[in-house]
């Protein structure tokens, strides 16, 4: 299944500068894997060094949280659009 990940403009610089990178897999974490196998320097961005996502790294699947679903197990649908949304914070 073809998957479209929309990177944001913080994390494009790790893919090449682009914005969106298609890639292939039945779940999110299948599709951020093959995200990694393609451009591996963005491995660090998005997961800690045990493998677990960044808690600052939030992950929608059709402008849905994924949270809200079955997280990174979440299954996908061809033509499915999963964004990366860096957490920002400030003072």
Same mark, same amino acid.
Not at 52 to 64: A, S, V
């Given at each position: 299944?073809?998957?479209? @990940?929309?990177?944001?403009? +913080?994390?494009? /610089? &790790? ?8 890639? +292939? /897999? ?9 995200? =990694?196998?393609?451009? /591996?320097? @963005?491995?660090?961005?998005? &997961?800690?060094? +045990?493998?677990?996502?960044?808690? &600052? @790294? ?7 949280? =994924? ?9 996908? +649908?061809?033509?499915?659009? @999963? ?7 400030? /003072?």
């Amino acid at each position: 299944m073809n998957v479209k @990940i929309r990177i944001p403009a +913080s994390l494009s /610089g &790790f893919v090449l500068g682009n914005r969106e990178v298609v890639v +292939s /897999g039945n779940t999110v974490q299948e599709n951020l894997r093959n995200l =990694i196998d393609k451009h /591996g320097s @963005i491995a660090d961005k998005l &997961f800690d060094s +045990s493998g677990k996502l960044r808690r &600052f @790294i939030n992950l929608y699947l059709n402008e849905r949280d =994924i949270r809200e679903l079955d997280g990174v197990e979440t299954v996908i +649908s061809d033509g499915d659009v @999963i964004s990366i949304i860096p957490a920002f914070s400030g /003072g």
